[in-house]
T-cell receptor, first 111, second 108 residues
């Protein structure tokens, strides 16, 4: 079974803090993705990565950065958290145009 | 224009009913198509892939119409456990595009 894990299920941070969200997959997938999901807006792609040390901007990269130092790990960084970044963050991994597998999500609240 | 559009519902149907969801996509070069299921406060999980020839998995049937650029999901004999949000997903290259989801509630 494919397993994608995320470092936290729930996180509460203060405005201005630097926030790290970690994602690890165990299926040797080349591609990894970070999405955020908000009511009425669906899943929106923040960043994705095709390979180690490679990254591509998605639809809403502003305020975020990513790091992929190892194939199995993809980190999302909120440089200075703001209240409009309160959301559910979902990591996914996959290969090519085949299905993506999601982690359980991190519900982030920024106060 | 959005890459993927689907009716958000909600669909409220009695147990045993048949319900169908449709989804349209804008890029004719799209290569792969999926339906995902998402339960409340959980991550999306793959329900089924959608092939040009259509495919069936038990009570679920998915179809793809490339000419009209839409995909559909049919659920027969609805169960209470089918209550969830169903996401239409279209892949173009390495990018995946998600619909906003259609909410289904099956009522006893």
């Amino acid at each position: 079974d494919v397993k994608v894990t995320q470092s936290s299920r729930y996180l509460v941070k203060r405005t201005g803090e630097k926030v790290f969200l970690e994602c690890v997959q165990d299926m040797d997938h080349e591609n990894m993705f970070w999405y955020r999901q908000d009511p009425g807006l669906g899943l929106r792609l923040i960043y994705f990565s095709y390979d180690v040390k490679m990254k591509e901007k998605g639809d809403i990269p502003e305020g975020y950065s990513v790091s992929r130092e190892k194939k199995e790990r993809f980190s999302l960084i909120l440089e200075s958290a703001s209240t409009n970044q309160t959301s559910m963050y979902l990591c996914a991994s996959g290969t090519g145009v085949y299905e993506q597998y999601f982690g359980p999500g991190t519900r982030l609240t920024v106060t | 224009r959005k890459e993927v559009e689907q009716d958000p519902g909600p669909f409220n149907v009695p147990e045993g009913a048949t319900v169908a969801f449709n989804c349209t996509y804008s890029n004719s070069a799209s290569q792969s198509f999926f339906w995902y299921r998402q339960d409340c406060r959980k991550e999306p999980k793959l329900l089924m892939s959608v092939y040009s020839s259509g495919n069936e998995d038990g009570r679920f049937t998915a179809q793809l119409n490339r000419a009209s650029q839409y995909i559909s999901l049919l659920i027969r004999d609805s169960k209470l456990s089918d209550s969830a949000t169903y996401l239409c997903v279209v892949a173009t290259g390495n990018q995946f595009y998600f619909g906003t989801g259609t909410s289904l509630t099956v009522i006893p």
